[in-house]
């Protein structure tokens, strides 16, 4: 899972907001690692369509970082 902290102006549509960051990744994405990718990854589109977007007011930049980095990471071992 990628977890995004970013401030934006109020008067931009999150929706527009979460295409564009997942339009301007795929394509740098795809230019950087064309090679790598290419030998495992064949789909048209790079993200799925969905995202989860939460805010968080009244709390601290240095509180939500601090969560956001004792996340849980998944044990990758367990997969075959």
Known sequence: MLCFLFQYHPDIALS???NNLKSVTSRKLRQEFSDYLSSFYCKD????GSYFVASCGGITISTLRRYIK???QPDCSDNP
């Not at 589109?45 to 799925?48: G, L």
């Open 16 to 18: 527009n907001l979460v």
């Open 45 to 48: 589109v790079f993200w799925n």
């Open 70 to 72: 004792n996340q849980n």
